[in-house]
Protein backbone atom coordinates (compact mmCIF):
# COMPACT_ATOMS: atom_id res chain seq x y z
CA UNK A 1 0.00 0.00 0.00
CA UNK A 2 1.31 3.27 -1.08
CA UNK A 3 1.79 6.47 1.18
CA UNK A 4 -0.14 9.39 0.46
CA UNK A 5 2.33 12.49 0.42
CA UNK A 6 1.93 14.75 3.37
CA UNK A 7 0.96 18.44 3.61
CA UNK A 8 4.77 18.87 3.97
CA UNK A 9 6.22 17.27 0.49
CA UNK A 10 3.67 19.31 -1.66
CA UNK A 11 2.15 22.83 -1.86
CA UNK A 12 -1.16 23.14 -0.68
CA UNK A 13 -3.47 25.91 -2.32
CA UNK A 14 -5.89 28.26 -0.45
CA UNK A 15 -9.44 27.98 -0.59
CA UNK A 16 -10.93 29.75 -3.64
CA UNK A 17 -13.91 30.94 -3.96
CA UNK A 18 -14.47 31.20 -7.94
CA UNK A 19 -13.38 29.43 -10.66
CA UNK A 20 -11.82 32.46 -12.22
CA UNK A 21 -9.80 32.98 -9.63
CA UNK A 22 -8.91 29.19 -9.45
CA UNK A 23 -7.84 29.35 -12.72
CA UNK A 24 -5.52 32.45 -12.33
CA UNK A 25 -3.89 30.98 -9.39
CA UNK A 26 -3.35 27.77 -10.97
CA UNK A 27 -1.74 30.02 -14.26
CA UNK A 28 -0.02 31.60 -11.86
CA UNK A 29 1.72 28.51 -10.17
CA UNK A 30 2.29 27.02 -13.55
CA UNK A 31 4.34 30.26 -14.66
CA UNK A 32 6.34 30.66 -11.68
CA UNK A 33 7.37 26.56 -11.57
CA UNK A 34 8.31 26.48 -15.58
CA UNK A 35 10.43 29.85 -14.67
CA UNK A 36 12.26 28.50 -12.38
CA UNK A 37 13.03 25.39 -14.12
CA UNK A 38 13.90 26.90 -16.98
CA UNK A 39 16.28 29.07 -15.17
CA UNK A 40 17.54 26.37 -12.84
CA UNK A 41 17.02 28.54 -9.71
CA UNK A 42 17.97 26.72 -6.51
CA UNK A 43 15.09 25.38 -4.24
CA UNK A 44 16.99 28.09 -1.21
CA UNK A 45 19.37 30.51 -0.35
CA UNK A 46 19.93 34.00 -2.19
CA UNK A 47 19.40 34.12 -5.91
CA UNK A 48 18.86 37.17 -8.65
CA UNK A 49 16.73 34.90 -10.86
CA UNK A 50 14.26 33.36 -8.57
CA UNK A 51 13.83 36.88 -7.08
CA UNK A 52 12.47 38.45 -10.64
CA UNK A 53 10.15 35.48 -10.94
CA UNK A 54 8.65 36.25 -7.82
CA UNK A 55 8.54 39.69 -8.87
CA UNK A 56 6.99 39.02 -11.71
CA UNK A 57 4.64 37.42 -10.62
CA UNK A 58 3.76 39.79 -7.83
CA UNK A 59 3.05 41.63 -10.52
CA UNK A 60 0.85 39.84 -12.23
CA UNK A 61 -1.34 39.38 -8.87
CA UNK A 62 -1.50 43.04 -8.26
CA UNK A 63 -2.85 43.66 -11.33
CA UNK A 64 -5.30 41.07 -10.92
CA UNK A 65 -6.33 41.84 -7.81
CA UNK A 66 -7.58 45.16 -8.87
CA UNK A 67 -9.09 46.21 -5.34
CA UNK A 68 -6.11 45.42 -3.35
CA UNK A 69 -3.57 47.11 -5.84
CA UNK A 70 -2.63 50.36 -4.09
CA UNK A 71 -2.76 48.42 -0.80
CA UNK A 72 -0.29 45.00 -2.25
CA UNK A 73 2.10 48.08 -4.47
CA UNK A 74 2.79 49.53 -0.92
CA UNK A 75 3.88 46.64 0.58
CA UNK A 76 5.71 45.66 -2.88
CA UNK A 77 7.83 49.09 -2.42
CA UNK A 78 8.33 48.31 0.92
CA UNK A 79 9.94 44.88 0.11
CA UNK A 80 12.04 45.94 -2.57
CA UNK A 81 13.39 48.87 -0.57
CA UNK A 82 14.19 46.26 2.33
CA UNK A 83 15.53 44.27 -0.69
CA UNK A 84 18.10 46.84 -1.37
CA UNK A 85 18.84 47.90 1.64
CA UNK A 86 20.01 44.86 2.18
CA UNK A 87 22.02 44.51 -0.85
CA UNK A 88 23.52 47.64 -0.05
CA UNK A 89 24.68 46.93 3.03
CA UNK A 90 26.36 43.53 1.84
CA UNK A 91 27.95 45.87 -0.68
CA UNK A 92 29.15 48.09 1.63
CA UNK A 93 30.67 45.34 3.76
CA UNK A 94 32.40 43.54 1.53
CA UNK A 95 34.00 46.95 1.07
CA UNK A 96 35.18 46.87 3.88
CA UNK A 97 36.39 43.74 4.19
CA UNK A 98 38.83 44.51 1.80
CA UNK A 99 39.94 47.58 3.16
CA UNK A 100 40.69 46.14 6.94
CA UNK A 101 42.30 43.31 4.81
CA UNK A 102 44.82 45.93 2.88
CA UNK A 103 45.08 48.07 6.09
CA UNK A 104 46.48 44.43 7.98
CA UNK A 105 48.61 43.78 5.30
CA UNK A 106 50.49 47.05 4.46
CA UNK A 107 53.22 46.68 7.28
CA UNK A 108 54.33 43.05 5.23
CA UNK A 109 53.82 44.74 1.72
CA UNK A 110 56.49 47.44 2.80
CA UNK A 111 58.61 45.26 5.08
CA UNK A 112 58.69 43.26 1.42
CA UNK A 113 59.51 46.47 -0.79
CA UNK A 114 62.37 47.18 1.61
CA UNK A 115 63.42 43.77 1.14
CA UNK A 116 63.57 43.19 -2.59
CA UNK A 117 64.70 47.00 -2.84
CA UNK A 118 67.98 45.88 -0.82
CA UNK A 119 68.22 42.69 -2.93
CA UNK A 120 68.17 44.81 -6.08
CA UNK A 121 70.72 47.45 -5.10
CA UNK A 122 72.84 44.45 -4.41
CA UNK A 123 72.89 42.89 -8.08
CA UNK A 124 73.34 46.25 -9.25
CA UNK A 125 76.37 46.48 -7.34
CA UNK A 126 77.47 43.82 -8.47
CA UNK A 127 76.46 44.73 -12.22
CA UNK A 128 78.73 47.59 -12.01
CA UNK A 129 81.51 45.74 -10.91
CA UNK A 130 80.93 43.46 -13.81
CA UNK A 131 80.62 45.86 -16.06
CA UNK A 132 83.78 47.92 -14.93
CA UNK A 133 85.95 44.58 -15.00
CA UNK A 134 84.67 43.96 -18.79
CA UNK A 135 85.15 47.22 -19.88
CA UNK A 136 88.47 47.67 -19.40
CA UNK A 137 89.40 43.73 -20.16
CA UNK A 138 87.87 45.13 -23.55
CA UNK A 139 89.93 47.94 -23.47
CA UNK A 140 93.29 45.84 -23.26
CA UNK A 141 91.57 43.85 -25.89
CA UNK A 142 91.36 46.88 -28.77
CA UNK A 143 94.86 48.39 -27.17
CA UNK A 144 96.38 45.10 -28.37
CA UNK A 145 94.33 44.75 -31.66
CA UNK A 146 95.62 48.09 -32.32
CA UNK A 147 99.22 47.77 -31.97
CA UNK A 148 98.80 44.47 -33.73
CA UNK A 149 97.91 46.45 -36.63
CA UNK A 150 100.04 49.21 -36.52
CA UNK A 151 102.86 46.23 -36.20
CA UNK A 152 101.61 44.59 -39.50
CA UNK A 153 101.04 47.84 -41.21
CA UNK A 154 104.83 49.21 -40.55
CA UNK A 155 106.29 45.61 -41.57
CA UNK A 156 104.04 45.40 -44.95
CA UNK A 157 104.82 48.83 -45.79
CA UNK A 158 109.07 47.70 -44.92
CA UNK A 159 108.38 44.54 -47.32
CA UNK A 160 107.16 47.66 -50.03
CA UNK A 161 109.82 49.87 -49.62
CA UNK A 162 112.55 46.94 -49.43
CA UNK A 163 111.06 45.26 -52.36
CA UNK A 164 113.47 45.54 -55.56
CA UNK A 165 111.46 46.27 -58.50
CA UNK A 166 113.05 44.45 -61.61
CA UNK A 167 113.25 46.93 -64.38
CA UNK A 168 114.36 45.99 -67.90
CA UNK A 169 116.55 48.51 -69.48
CA UNK A 170 115.99 47.73 -73.26
CA UNK A 171 112.45 48.39 -72.56
CA UNK A 172 111.57 52.07 -73.75
CA UNK A 173 109.92 54.40 -70.70
CA UNK A 174 106.02 54.63 -71.54
CA UNK A 175 104.46 58.06 -72.39
CA UNK A 176 108.04 58.99 -73.57
CA UNK A 177 109.93 58.95 -76.93
CA UNK A 178 113.04 57.90 -77.63
CA UNK A 179 114.38 61.53 -77.71
CA UNK A 180 112.81 62.27 -74.48
CA UNK A 181 114.24 59.26 -72.80
CA UNK A 182 117.94 60.20 -73.81
CA UNK A 183 116.83 64.26 -72.68
CA UNK A 184 118.10 64.57 -68.68
CA UNK A 185 115.28 67.50 -68.08
CA UNK A 186 112.35 65.53 -69.18
CA UNK A 187 113.50 62.39 -67.23
CA UNK A 188 114.02 65.30 -64.11
CA UNK A 189 110.11 66.70 -64.86
CA UNK A 190 108.70 63.13 -65.55
CA UNK A 191 110.50 61.83 -62.17
CA UNK A 192 109.02 65.00 -60.77
CA UNK A 193 105.69 64.48 -61.67
CA UNK A 194 105.57 60.85 -60.93
CA UNK A 195 106.07 61.24 -57.31
CA UNK A 196 103.96 63.81 -57.35
CA UNK A 197 101.18 61.49 -58.42
CA UNK A 198 102.56 58.89 -56.30
CA UNK A 199 102.43 61.10 -53.28
CA UNK A 200 98.43 61.90 -54.44
CA UNK A 201 97.93 57.99 -54.49
CA UNK A 202 99.34 57.85 -51.04
CA UNK A 203 97.06 60.54 -49.80
CA UNK A 204 94.24 59.06 -51.31
CA UNK A 205 94.40 56.15 -49.77
CA UNK A 206 94.61 57.48 -46.47
CA UNK A 207 92.14 59.86 -46.66
CA UNK A 208 89.42 58.93 -49.41
CA UNK A 209 89.16 55.23 -48.95
CA UNK A 210 87.86 52.89 -46.42
CA UNK A 211 88.67 49.18 -46.45
CA UNK A 212 86.37 46.37 -47.88
CA UNK A 213 85.84 44.79 -44.56
CA UNK A 214 84.33 48.37 -43.50
CA UNK A 215 82.02 48.26 -46.71
CA UNK A 216 81.22 44.53 -45.31
CA UNK A 217 80.07 45.75 -41.82
CA UNK A 218 77.87 48.62 -43.21
CA UNK A 219 76.14 45.96 -45.10
CA UNK A 220 75.79 43.95 -42.43
CA UNK A 221 74.10 46.84 -40.58
CA UNK A 222 72.42 47.76 -43.58
CA UNK A 223 70.80 44.30 -43.79
CA UNK A 224 70.04 44.16 -39.42
CA UNK A 225 68.00 47.14 -39.81
CA UNK A 226 66.00 46.48 -43.05
CA UNK A 227 65.47 42.85 -41.53
CA UNK A 228 64.10 44.99 -38.14
CA UNK A 229 61.79 47.27 -40.45
CA UNK A 230 60.49 44.17 -42.21
CA UNK A 231 59.76 43.05 -38.56
CA UNK A 232 58.10 46.74 -37.48
CA UNK A 233 55.85 46.33 -40.78
CA UNK A 234 54.68 43.12 -39.65
CA UNK A 235 54.05 43.91 -36.16
CA UNK A 236 52.36 46.96 -38.03
CA UNK A 237 49.97 45.31 -39.82
CA UNK A 238 49.08 43.16 -36.81
CA UNK A 239 48.10 45.65 -35.29
CA UNK A 240 45.89 47.65 -38.00
CA UNK A 241 43.97 44.02 -38.48
CA UNK A 242 43.77 44.20 -34.68
CA UNK A 243 42.18 47.90 -34.48
CA UNK A 244 40.09 47.60 -37.72
CA UNK A 245 38.82 44.25 -35.70
CA UNK A 246 38.18 45.83 -32.65
CA UNK A 247 36.57 49.01 -33.90
CA UNK A 248 33.79 47.36 -35.56
CA UNK A 249 33.13 44.49 -32.76
CA UNK A 250 32.61 48.17 -31.10
CA UNK A 251 30.71 49.22 -33.84
CA UNK A 252 28.58 46.23 -33.95
CA UNK A 253 27.53 46.63 -30.14
CA UNK A 254 26.50 49.82 -30.80
CA UNK A 255 24.40 49.21 -33.43
CA UNK A 256 22.87 46.06 -31.45
CA UNK A 257 22.00 47.89 -28.16
CA UNK A 258 20.67 50.99 -29.94
CA UNK A 259 18.06 48.93 -31.61
CA UNK A 260 17.09 47.22 -29.05
CA UNK A 261 16.52 44.00 -31.37
CA UNK A 262 17.15 41.01 -28.61
CA UNK A 263 16.23 37.76 -30.53
CA UNK A 264 19.71 36.94 -30.75
CA UNK A 265 22.76 37.11 -28.64
CA UNK A 266 25.52 39.56 -28.57
CA UNK A 267 28.39 37.94 -29.90
CA UNK A 268 26.45 36.55 -32.75
CA UNK A 269 25.60 39.95 -34.01
CA UNK A 270 29.20 41.27 -33.66
CA UNK A 271 30.02 37.78 -36.09
CA UNK A 272 27.46 38.44 -38.37
CA UNK A 273 29.13 41.80 -38.98
CA UNK A 274 33.02 40.10 -39.15
CA UNK A 275 31.12 38.01 -41.83
CA UNK A 276 29.87 40.98 -43.54
CA UNK A 277 32.66 42.88 -43.58
CA UNK A 278 35.06 40.17 -44.56
CA UNK A 279 32.79 39.72 -47.96
CA UNK A 280 32.57 43.76 -48.29
CA UNK A 281 36.58 43.69 -47.69
CA UNK A 282 37.00 40.91 -50.66
CA UNK A 283 34.91 43.09 -53.25
CA UNK A 284 35.88 46.42 -52.41
CA UNK A 285 40.04 45.40 -50.65
CA UNK A 286 41.37 48.71 -52.22
CA UNK A 287 38.20 50.99 -50.89
CA UNK A 288 38.79 49.52 -47.44
CA UNK A 289 42.40 49.82 -47.71
CA UNK A 290 42.37 53.29 -48.51
CA UNK A 291 39.57 54.10 -45.73
CA UNK A 292 41.54 52.33 -43.23
CA UNK A 293 44.10 54.79 -44.46
CA UNK A 294 42.69 57.68 -43.89
CA UNK A 295 41.54 56.80 -40.51
CA UNK A 296 45.04 56.44 -39.65
CA UNK A 297 45.80 58.90 -36.66
CA UNK A 298 49.56 59.50 -37.99
CA UNK A 299 48.62 60.76 -40.88
CA UNK A 300 46.18 63.83 -39.07
CA UNK A 301 49.51 65.56 -37.60
CA UNK A 302 51.72 65.18 -40.36
CA UNK A 303 51.08 68.70 -41.68
CA UNK A 304 51.25 69.90 -37.96
CA UNK A 305 54.87 67.87 -37.80
CA UNK A 306 55.90 69.24 -40.85
CA UNK A 307 55.60 73.26 -40.05
CA UNK A 308 56.98 72.06 -36.38
CA UNK A 309 60.13 70.31 -38.28
CA UNK A 310 60.67 73.76 -40.37
CA UNK A 311 59.86 76.31 -37.59
CA UNK A 312 62.70 74.47 -35.87
CA UNK A 313 64.95 75.09 -38.64
CA UNK A 314 64.17 78.79 -38.61
CA UNK A 315 65.06 78.82 -35.45
CA UNK A 316 68.13 76.86 -35.45
CA UNK A 317 69.14 79.53 -38.52
CA UNK A 318 68.20 82.63 -36.80
CA UNK A 319 69.97 81.48 -33.54
CA UNK A 320 73.42 81.64 -36.10
CA UNK A 321 73.50 77.51 -35.18
CA UNK A 322 74.33 77.07 -39.17
CA UNK A 323 76.08 72.97 -39.05
CA UNK A 324 72.74 72.30 -36.80
CA UNK A 325 70.48 73.94 -39.00
CA UNK A 326 72.10 72.04 -42.27
CA UNK A 327 71.98 69.24 -41.13
CA UNK A 328 68.05 69.30 -40.13
CA UNK A 329 67.61 70.37 -43.34
CA UNK A 330 69.09 67.71 -45.21
CA UNK A 331 67.34 65.29 -43.31
CA UNK A 332 64.19 67.12 -43.45
CA UNK A 333 61.27 64.91 -43.78
CA UNK A 334 59.64 63.91 -48.18
CA UNK A 335 62.94 66.92 -48.76
CA UNK A 336 60.87 69.77 -47.76
CA UNK A 337 64.14 71.76 -46.76
CA UNK A 338 66.08 70.29 -49.52
CA UNK A 339 65.42 72.58 -52.43
CA UNK A 340 67.08 76.21 -54.19
CA UNK A 341 65.23 78.15 -51.04
CA UNK A 342 67.12 76.56 -48.59
CA UNK A 343 70.41 77.13 -50.88
CA UNK A 344 69.92 80.87 -51.04
CA UNK A 345 69.76 81.40 -47.51
CA UNK A 346 72.68 79.83 -46.56
CA UNK A 347 74.29 81.19 -49.50
CA UNK A 348 73.04 85.12 -48.93
CA UNK A 349 75.58 84.14 -45.45
CA UNK A 350 78.66 86.32 -44.94
CA UNK A 351 81.39 84.53 -44.21
CA UNK A 352 84.46 86.65 -42.03
CA UNK A 353 87.73 85.14 -42.97
CA UNK A 354 89.21 81.68 -41.98
CA UNK A 355 85.91 80.48 -40.93
CA UNK A 356 83.94 77.45 -42.59
CA UNK A 357 81.22 78.40 -45.03
CA UNK A 358 77.61 77.35 -43.70
CA UNK A 359 76.76 76.80 -47.17
CA UNK A 360 79.68 74.00 -47.63
CA UNK A 361 78.64 72.65 -44.65
CA UNK A 362 74.97 72.61 -46.07
CA UNK A 363 76.39 71.09 -49.08
CA UNK A 364 78.63 68.40 -47.59
CA UNK A 365 75.61 67.30 -45.58
CA UNK A 366 73.23 67.17 -47.96
CA UNK A 367 75.46 65.42 -50.76
CA UNK A 368 76.08 62.74 -47.90
CA UNK A 369 72.51 62.04 -47.41
CA UNK A 370 71.61 61.46 -50.80
CA UNK A 371 72.24 57.67 -50.15
CA UNK A 372 69.52 57.42 -47.51
CA UNK A 373 67.34 60.09 -49.50
CA UNK A 374 67.56 57.76 -52.73
CA UNK A 375 67.40 60.78 -54.49
CA UNK A 376 69.54 62.67 -56.20
CA UNK A 377 70.00 66.15 -56.15
CA UNK A 378 69.18 68.53 -59.45
CA UNK A 379 70.98 69.77 -61.70
CA UNK A 380 71.38 73.38 -60.24
CA UNK A 381 71.84 72.24 -56.97
CA UNK A 382 74.97 69.63 -57.75
CA UNK A 383 76.21 73.34 -59.63
CA UNK A 384 76.08 75.33 -56.57
CA UNK A 385 77.52 72.53 -54.30
CA UNK A 386 80.71 72.26 -56.62
CA UNK A 387 80.97 75.57 -57.03
CA UNK A 388 81.03 76.04 -53.10
CA UNK A 389 83.73 73.47 -52.44
CA UNK A 390 85.58 74.80 -55.21
CA UNK A 391 85.47 78.35 -53.57
CA UNK A 392 86.99 77.02 -50.35
CA UNK A 393 89.35 74.86 -52.55
CA UNK A 394 87.86 71.46 -51.62
CA UNK A 395 88.67 69.34 -54.31
CA UNK A 396 88.62 66.47 -51.82
CA UNK A 397 85.24 66.77 -52.06
CA UNK A 398 84.49 66.62 -55.03
CA UNK A 399 86.19 63.84 -55.97
CA UNK A 400 84.43 62.25 -53.44
CA UNK A 401 80.89 62.94 -54.77
CA UNK A 402 82.00 62.02 -57.90
CA UNK A 403 83.25 58.64 -57.38
CA UNK A 404 80.37 57.88 -54.97
CA UNK A 405 77.87 59.26 -57.99
CA UNK A 406 75.96 61.78 -55.73
CA UNK A 407 75.82 64.67 -58.22
CA UNK A 408 73.98 65.06 -61.56
CA UNK A 409 76.42 65.44 -64.11
CA UNK A 410 75.88 68.49 -66.28
CA UNK A 411 78.10 70.14 -69.21
CA UNK A 412 77.70 73.34 -66.92
CA UNK A 413 79.55 71.08 -63.82
CA UNK A 414 82.06 70.16 -66.20
CA UNK A 415 82.27 73.35 -67.57
CA UNK A 416 83.00 75.52 -63.88
CA UNK A 417 85.52 72.60 -63.25
CA UNK A 418 87.80 73.00 -66.43
CA UNK A 419 87.26 76.48 -66.09
CA UNK A 420 88.58 76.51 -62.34
CA UNK A 421 92.21 75.27 -63.12
CA UNK A 422 93.24 78.64 -65.01
CA UNK A 423 96.16 79.53 -63.50
CA UNK A 424 96.71 77.28 -60.88
CA UNK A 425 99.38 74.51 -60.06
CA UNK A 426 100.13 71.60 -62.14
CA UNK A 427 99.46 69.21 -59.75
CA UNK A 428 96.08 71.05 -59.11
CA UNK A 429 95.32 71.16 -62.90
CA UNK A 430 95.45 67.58 -63.13
CA UNK A 431 93.31 66.66 -60.54
CA UNK A 432 90.87 69.06 -61.64
CA UNK A 433 90.88 67.66 -65.39
CA UNK A 434 90.33 64.25 -64.04
CA UNK A 435 87.21 65.56 -62.13
CA UNK A 436 86.27 67.44 -65.13
CA UNK A 437 86.85 64.43 -68.00
CA UNK A 438 84.46 62.41 -65.68
CA UNK A 439 81.85 64.89 -65.99
CA UNK A 440 82.14 65.30 -69.60
CA UNK A 441 82.49 61.45 -69.99
CA UNK A 442 79.35 60.75 -67.71
CA UNK A 443 76.95 62.91 -69.72
CA UNK A 444 78.15 62.18 -73.15
CA UNK A 445 80.47 65.07 -74.11
CA UNK A 446 83.43 63.51 -75.77
CA UNK A 447 85.44 65.98 -77.19
CA UNK A 448 85.83 67.83 -74.10
CA UNK A 449 86.62 65.12 -71.90
CA UNK A 450 89.56 64.28 -74.34
CA UNK A 451 90.57 67.93 -74.12
CA UNK A 452 90.59 67.27 -70.26
CA UNK A 453 92.64 64.00 -70.78
CA UNK A 454 95.54 66.18 -72.97
CA UNK A 455 95.27 68.62 -70.20
CA UNK A 456 96.34 65.99 -68.28
CA UNK A 457 99.08 64.63 -71.05
CA UNK A 458 97.33 61.95 -71.11
CA UNK A 459 97.97 62.03 -75.27
CA UNK A 460 97.91 58.03 -75.94
CA UNK A 461 94.91 57.59 -73.41
CA UNK A 462 93.29 60.10 -75.03
CA UNK A 463 93.70 58.30 -78.35
CA UNK A 464 92.63 55.35 -77.58
CA UNK A 465 89.02 56.77 -76.00
CA UNK A 466 88.83 58.70 -79.05
CA UNK A 467 88.96 55.71 -81.05
CA UNK A 468 86.47 53.85 -79.11
CA UNK A 469 84.03 56.65 -79.52
CA UNK A 470 84.55 56.73 -83.09
CA UNK A 471 86.03 60.31 -83.52
CA UNK A 472 85.42 61.43 -86.90
CA UNK A 473 88.18 64.19 -88.38
CA UNK A 474 86.51 66.93 -87.17
CA UNK A 475 86.42 65.90 -83.49
CA UNK A 476 90.11 64.98 -83.41
CA UNK A 477 90.50 68.78 -84.93
CA UNK A 478 88.19 70.55 -82.33
CA UNK A 479 90.81 68.63 -79.84
CA UNK A 480 93.73 69.76 -81.75
CA UNK A 481 92.11 73.05 -81.47
CA UNK A 482 91.22 72.94 -77.79
CA UNK A 483 94.59 71.87 -76.89
CA UNK A 484 97.16 72.18 -79.31
CA UNK A 485 100.78 70.17 -78.15
CA UNK A 486 103.35 68.70 -80.51
CA UNK A 487 103.28 64.97 -79.55
CA UNK A 488 98.84 65.56 -80.06
CA UNK A 489 100.32 66.77 -83.43
CA UNK A 490 102.42 63.97 -83.68
CA UNK A 491 100.01 61.32 -82.37
CA UNK A 492 97.12 62.51 -84.99
CA UNK A 493 98.98 61.91 -88.02
CA UNK A 494 99.98 58.73 -87.18
CA UNK A 495 96.27 57.83 -86.61
CA UNK A 496 94.73 55.38 -89.17
CA UNK A 497 91.07 54.66 -89.85
CA UNK A 498 88.75 51.67 -89.53
CA UNK A 499 90.05 50.88 -92.61
CA UNK A 500 93.94 51.57 -92.35
CA UNK A 501 93.58 54.45 -94.92
CA UNK A 502 95.58 57.96 -92.99
CA UNK A 503 92.65 59.60 -90.95
CA UNK A 504 94.59 63.16 -90.90
CA UNK A 505 96.98 64.37 -93.39
CA UNK A 506 99.93 66.71 -92.64
CA UNK A 507 98.46 69.32 -94.71
CA UNK A 508 95.11 69.67 -92.77
CA UNK A 509 96.81 69.48 -88.93
CA UNK A 510 99.31 72.01 -89.94
CA UNK A 511 96.64 74.39 -91.42
CA UNK A 512 94.87 73.98 -88.03
CA UNK A 513 97.45 75.06 -86.01
CA UNK A 514 98.47 77.69 -88.05
CA UNK A 515 95.12 79.25 -87.86
CA UNK A 516 95.36 78.78 -83.77
CA UNK A 517 97.67 80.93 -81.27
CA UNK A 518 99.77 77.70 -80.79
CA UNK A 519 101.02 78.09 -84.50
CA UNK A 520 104.97 77.49 -84.08
CA UNK A 521 103.41 74.19 -83.05
CA UNK A 522 102.59 73.09 -86.74
CA UNK A 523 105.88 74.91 -87.95
CA UNK A 524 107.72 72.48 -85.24
CA UNK A 525 105.97 69.52 -86.70
CA UNK A 526 106.94 70.54 -89.99
CA UNK A 527 110.51 70.98 -88.90
CA UNK A 528 110.55 67.76 -86.85
CA UNK A 529 109.43 65.51 -90.44
CA UNK A 530 111.85 67.56 -92.20
CA UNK A 531 115.07 66.33 -90.08
CA UNK A 532 113.11 62.86 -89.29
CA UNK A 533 112.93 63.36 -85.65
CA UNK A 534 109.41 61.86 -85.34
CA UNK A 535 109.30 57.74 -85.85
CA UNK A 536 106.95 56.07 -87.60
CA UNK A 537 106.29 58.71 -90.24
CA UNK A 538 106.79 59.51 -93.69
CA UNK A 539 109.05 62.32 -95.06
CA UNK A 540 108.10 66.14 -95.92
CA UNK A 541 107.51 65.39 -99.35
CA UNK A 542 105.93 61.72 -98.97
CA UNK A 543 103.42 64.00 -96.95
CA UNK A 544 102.25 65.85 -99.22
CA UNK A 545 102.03 63.72 -102.36
CA UNK A 546 99.61 61.46 -100.41
CA UNK A 547 97.96 64.64 -98.72
CA UNK A 548 94.31 64.13 -100.93
CA UNK A 549 92.58 67.16 -98.74
CA UNK A 550 94.80 69.94 -98.60
CA UNK A 551 94.93 72.32 -101.57
CA UNK A 552 97.71 73.93 -103.16
CA UNK A 553 96.92 77.22 -102.44
CA UNK A 554 96.24 76.32 -98.42
CA UNK A 555 100.30 74.84 -99.34
CA UNK A 556 101.58 77.87 -100.62
CA UNK A 557 100.37 79.85 -97.41
CA UNK A 558 102.20 76.88 -95.04
CA UNK A 559 105.35 77.79 -97.31
CA UNK A 560 104.72 81.46 -96.99
CA UNK A 561 104.92 81.04 -93.03
CA UNK A 562 107.91 78.91 -93.12
CA UNK A 563 109.62 82.07 -94.95
CA UNK A 564 108.44 84.26 -92.69
CA UNK A 565 109.72 82.39 -89.75
CA UNK A 566 112.75 81.89 -90.91
CA UNK A 567 112.51 77.76 -91.83
CA UNK A 568 113.80 78.51 -95.49
CA UNK A 569 114.72 74.74 -95.80
CA UNK A 570 111.84 73.48 -94.78
CA UNK A 571 109.82 76.18 -97.05
CA UNK A 572 111.75 75.04 -100.32
CA UNK A 573 111.54 71.52 -99.71
CA UNK A 574 107.97 71.86 -99.07
CA UNK A 575 107.87 74.55 -102.49
CA UNK A 576 109.50 71.87 -104.35
CA UNK A 577 106.70 68.93 -103.37
CA UNK A 578 104.04 70.96 -103.82
CA UNK A 579 105.30 72.18 -107.69
CA UNK A 580 105.63 68.79 -108.57
CA UNK A 581 102.30 67.60 -107.41
CA UNK A 582 100.74 70.46 -109.17
CA UNK A 583 102.20 69.73 -112.04
CA UNK A 584 100.95 65.77 -112.10
CA UNK A 585 98.13 66.97 -111.42
CA UNK A 586 97.63 69.51 -114.05
CA UNK A 587 99.13 66.85 -116.49
CA UNK A 588 96.96 64.39 -115.48
CA UNK A 589 93.83 66.56 -115.56
CA UNK A 590 95.24 67.59 -119.29
CA UNK A 591 94.97 63.97 -119.88
CA UNK A 592 91.71 63.40 -118.91
CA UNK A 593 90.02 66.29 -120.41
CA UNK A 594 92.17 65.26 -124.09
CA UNK A 595 90.15 61.90 -123.97
CA UNK A 596 87.11 63.27 -122.79
CA UNK A 597 86.76 64.90 -126.10
CA UNK A 598 88.21 62.00 -128.22
CA UNK A 599 85.27 59.95 -126.62
CA UNK A 600 82.94 62.82 -127.45
CA UNK A 601 83.93 63.06 -131.13
CA UNK A 602 83.34 58.97 -131.69
Not at 6 to 18: D, N, Q
Not at 288 to 312: C, G, W
Not at 366 to 393: H, N, Q, R
Not at 480 to 507: D, F, H, N, V
Amino acid sequence: MQNKPTSAHRRVLPPICSEADKKFLLHLDKFIQSELKRLDCPDAGPDGHRYHVYKQSFDQLIDYVSAYRPLLTMIKVEYEDCINAVKQGEMDAFYLTGKVKSMAAEKTTVSNYRRRAAELEEKISIISSNNTRLQKELNDILTERRERLELLKRESEKEVVEKKIQVNPNMPIPGLTLEESTDLTVLKKTMQELELRMKNLVISKDTRHQPREYKEELKQQLSGKIQAMDRVSEVNQLLKARCWKLRLALDALKMYYREGDRKQPAYEAVANAFAKSTSKMSLNSQETATSFDDDDPTKEKEAELLLDYIEHFNDLFDSKKFVQAAMHAANSPKGILRNTETMERFKALKVKPGEKSPLLSYCEVLIDSVPAVGVLPDAPTSLECVKCALKEDRLDLIYHWLAQDRLTCTDVLGNALYNYAEGKKEDVIRTVMGLAQKTYAHVDAHVQACVCMCRQERILAMMEYADSKKFTKDAYLAVLTACPSQRLAEEMIKQKGPEGETLLYLGVVVQTLLATEAFDVGLELLQNIRTGKIEDTVGLKEAVYIDQETSPETWFEIVESCQDYGLYDTALELLAAVTVKLAIYKSVTKHEDTNHKYDMYY
